[in-house]
Each structure stands twice: as structure tokens, then as C-alpha cells.
């Protein structure tokens, strides 16, 4: 089982801001990873350097074996914390001009998900809920069988059914052993079931990283409690 | 295919050329054709304009399509999927060019067909000419929206003083090419053969009078060979757009 993804001193610097500094972490194929930290902490950051959006000033990254070009995205899902979809599509349009892209696109995955995740597939996305708009997002992820899923803070902001729902399509489409996860939240009570590792991250650093199930056995609480102990 | 979805996708995208503004365009080109006969310069002089407006709007919507993709974040969208940077751009100027060819040859139609319906057609505009000035127009206006875009996608790649970088670039190309390109692609492009302009009203009856012959002979775009000037903006407008690809890769995180 090789690695996933892998960072070796990774610098990313904004103007006054240094985003990440010096940041390694290395991740095993097969997992669903938590990385937790408060808002501004570097998640986002990290999710775009992983996908190419931006390039660090110091540092080397590997992902699934090669360095973040346009062209590994084929083998990586990624879900922004962003409204980022076009308005004037209907979920109809946006499944099948994203379908176009992916040879991965599992086309019976649809009507499932749309199902799961209640989703009107002729309405237009610009008539939906911000919640609803992040479920449509998380389902263009789900509908695929890539290797890495990114998902970006896929609970922020939205309702206590939404994340039920995301959350329930996460755990029914993933691949065990085959896919890995990485999940960055800093809403952790829902996610809290999902994780295999964690990984605690604060202005760019690592602050903590273990298994789960581990950190848990080792602090005697849950996960939400330790996020809590660590960043207090 | 995935070429084919990027271009499907901009042309639902830009679908107010065709489905809003080009029936009212269409509705006051023909409302120019039949009312030149009571207000022919007025009718001329707006369907004249109107080869300039188009000029401009469609170079302008080209970027702003661009820029908007930036300001809604729906690039992360765009460039989360695995396309390349020419994939993305060259859809959205496939579209423009269209919006561009369509409406610019409506415009110069209409004021062919003014001038011939008031002068008629050998006077001082002939259908041959018309056509080579649109060719020269679209040669000249489509690479001008990858030239435009340039300072835009360069500036994307800063963090700070973005638009005061955009605007250094601006000023950049256009002295560059007018300065220094132009001059010496001329000199590159003059074994390119001859093409002028070259209208004569010699011995032809405008307004009822015959013409003496070799009375006049205007040559109307220019009296030098303009093909290199054209090769030159062609090749510059090529190298930009390379330009526009890479960077565009480069500077995503707008």
C-alpha cells in the first residue's frame, strides 16, 4: 500500500500570512483522513496545493505518484468549499457536462445519489439553498471512482439534514481499500464516525496526527473533545 | 469531447448574443435598410457604428467571460476539472469568434446594401471589397481578444496590485508591438505578395454624372502592401495566446 499523497517541507506564504510553513505529512492509500483545524489554520490551502491551484514557494508534493498538473485530476476528486458551480445550469446539465471529463463517471451512481442526497435533478442550481448547492457539489465528487477525494469543509454552513445526508452518501459510494478520503472540516461531531486518521492542523503546522482510534485510546475521549483540548 | 463539452458549455453560456441581443440587432439593421431612403445618413452613419461597437463588445465579453469565472469562483470549478489551459480558453474565444463573425458580417452587410441601394454597387464599394475589408476586420479582431486577455490572466498570478499590473502589461504590449514588432515584422512579411485597396470612380456615373476617366483613384486602407502588418498581428496575437495558456495554469488561484 503506497502513499497517497506526500509533503515534504512545504512553505506556502500569502502577503503577511504564511499559510503553511514547513509542512510534511505523508498519508496511506485507503484511508479516510480528518484534517481538522480552525478556520484559517492552512486546510484550504493545502486542498489547492494538492490540486495544483497553487504552487508552493519551498517544499516538494507528490500526489498519486506525480506532481499536481491539470492532467492527475482525473484521479482526484475534489469538493471546494466554494459555491463554485454555475447558476444557470440544472443538476441535469452540470452531471452531464461533468460526466464529459471523468472516465471514472459511474453513470448508475446517479440516480442513486439524487435519491440519497434529494436532489431535483431539472431544477436550476441557482434556485437552490446554499446547503443544497453543497450537495449537489459532493455528489459531482461521489458519482466518480477516483483514486483521492478532497473534500473541503463539505459541512460548513449548512443544516443538520444536509450533513446527514452528505455524510450517509460518503459512507454508501466509498470504495474501501480502494479510495482515500481527505476530509477537512472543523465541524467534527457528524464527521467524527468517518475517520481512520486524523490529522490536527494549526497556522500551517501540524499540531497532532495519529489514528483515530488511537488518539482516542490514548486521551481517553472523543475526537471532538480532543480537537477541543488541542486548540482551546 | 472534452473540447466539445467546454465549448457546449460557453455556448449555453453566452446564449444572450443569440437568443436576446441578436433578434434586436437583427430588428434595427433591417430598420435601417428600410428607412435610408428618408434618413440615409443617419441609417449609414449608425449602421457604420455599429461595425465599431461590435468591435468592442464582443473583444470585451470575451474577457469579462474569463474575469467572471474568477469573481464566482466557478473557476475552481473549471480548473478542478483535467483540462488544459488552451482547453478552457480557446472554448470561450471559439464562441466569441462565432458571436463575432455572425454579427460583424450582419452589420457590414447592411451597410453594403445601403451604399448600393443609394449609389449603386460600381460606384465606390463593391461586394469584392466589402468582403475583403470584413476579412481584414475579423483578421484583426479575433486575435485582439487573446491580446486582451493577457494583461488580465498575467495579473492573476500576482498577489497585490493586480489592476496596476494589468495595466503596466497593457501598456507593455501595446508600445511593444507598435514600437518594435510591427517595424520589424514588416520588414519579415515584405515577401508577402501585394495586397492594397485600391478604389477608383473613374469613368464609372455616380449620382447621375459620368466620371471623366482617371479622375480619382483613392486608395482607401493604405497605399503600402498591408499583408505583413496583418502576418505580424497574426503571429503576435499566436504567441500571446500561448502566453495566456501558461499563465493561465499558472496563476489559478484568482
Redesign the interface.
Known sequence: MGLVLDLKNVTKKYPGVDALKDFSLSLDRGKIVGLLGPNGSGKTTLMKLIMGFIKPQKGEITVLDGVPNPMIREKIAYVSELDVLYPWMTVREILDFTSNFYRDWEKGKESELLQLLAIEQDKKIGTFSYGMRTRVRVMLALCRKPELVLLDDPFSGIDLVSRAKVQDALLKTYHYKEQSIVLATHIIDEAEPLFDEIVFIEKGQINLQGKADDLREKYSKNITDIYKEVFK | ??F??LFL?EL??EKAWFMYIFPGFVILELLFLSLYKHYLWQCFALSMIFIVVIFFAVIFSASHSLVNEWKL?????L???????WHILLAKFAVHSIVFIVFSFIAFFTVYLIAKGQWGESVWIKSTGVVKIWLIYLFVGIPSMFIEVFPRITSNCF??FRKLIASFVAIVLFIGFFNYLLPLGWKIFSFLPEATFTTSMSGQVFQGVPMPPDLLTIKTATSENFLPGLATWFLFAVLIFIGDCLLL??G??G
Open positions: 469531447m472534452k466539445k463539452s458549455k449555453k453560456q469562483h466557478t473557476s475552481q470549478f480548473f478542478s476539472l483535467p483540462v488544459r489551459g498577489m497585490r495554469e499558472k489559478e488561484e
